[in-house]
């Protein structure tokens, strides 16, 4: 039975995944590269029960990019089918177990009826709150800038006020706290354009799991690398407090004390 744990310091509340890898793992098995994206929500399911199970509050996937679009036409409506298919499968037990889904993203240009169940989707689980499913969906960290900044600018934010927190609010996520734990699945060492701004004090994992195969063991292993990091936001840390830094350091060996 799944068992909702208290949220402590070393669970990150806000986990963010680029779910990499779907191609490759269709492809090794001899599969088109449609029945990896139909896995890969397969794996989204299972890792976003896993998460509410683990107290983490927001989870925030990758699911289409603004550059998706390149891939070719065939790839691109299977996916906005396969995300058609998911929502009337998934969205019944997602709302039961309380998951609250949000899009981020640029709605405007997709297809009406994908936007339609996209807004559906959120409206069903506007009253749920153990965990904010955030799916991007034509989704950018640099159009996110960009369109916070227009927003801000039409909501008649003058120029010397629109700092950190002004633009932050005006974010398309910016009812989440900033992604504490950001994981990439299927090998590759980039961003790729995936919450540029939020992620700014982000731990980083990289995984050579490949999605499909990304489960709820992988990410405990995410959760437990995580627990190890030292997250110092600039500062110096625990490990560096009361050492005195460079100026005690260089007079501790100019003045021959031990
Ligand atoms: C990257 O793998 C994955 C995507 C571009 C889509 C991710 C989508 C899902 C996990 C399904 C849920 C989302 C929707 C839209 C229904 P890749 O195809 O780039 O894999 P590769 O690098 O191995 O080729």
Not at 115 to 127: I, K, Y
Not at 225 to 235: L, S
Not at 241 to 257: K, R, T, V, Y
Request: net charge neutral.
């Amino acid at each position: 039975m799944a068992v909702t744990s208290p949220h402590s310091e070393s669970v990150p509340r806000h986990v963010a995944i680029v779910m990499d890898g779907n191609g490759r793992w269709a492809r090794k098995r001899f599969m088109p590269r449609g029945l990896g994206h139909k896995a890969g929500v397969d794996a989204l399911v299972k890792v976003v029960q896993a998460s509410a199970d683990r107290g983490i509050g927001y989870l925030t996937v990758f699911a289409f990019s603004s550059e998706n679009w390149k891939r070719p036409e065939e790839e691109v409506s299977g996916l906005m089918s396969l995300l058609l298919v998911a929502l009337s499968k998934h969205l019944t037990k997602l709302k039961a177990d309380g998951v609250r889904i949000r899009i981020a993203g640029d709605l405007a240009n997709v297809s009406e009826k994908v936007r339609n169940a996209l807004l559906d989707a959120e409206a069903a689980t506007v009253g749920n709150a153990r965990l904010t499913l955030t799916v991007a969906f034509n989704y950018g960290g640099r159009w996110d800038i960009v369109q916070a900044c227009q927003r801000a600018i039409a909501a008649g934010v003058a120029a010397d006020k629109l700092d950190e927190a002004a633009l932050s609010r005006h974010m398309a996520m910016s009812y989440a706290p900033d992604p504490d734990l950001f994981i990439r699945t299927g090998g590759e060492v980039r961003l790729s354009n995936f919450l540029l701004w939020q992620s700014a004090y982000a731990e980083l994992v990289f995984t050579e799991c490949l999605w499909p195969d990304f489960d709820a063991d992988e990410l405990d292993r995410a959760l437990a690398v995580y627990a190890q990091r030292e997250r110092r936001f600039g500062d110096v840390g625990s490990s560096g407090q009361g050492e005195g830094g460079i100026g005690h350091a260089l007079s501790a060996s100019s003045s021959g004390n031990p």
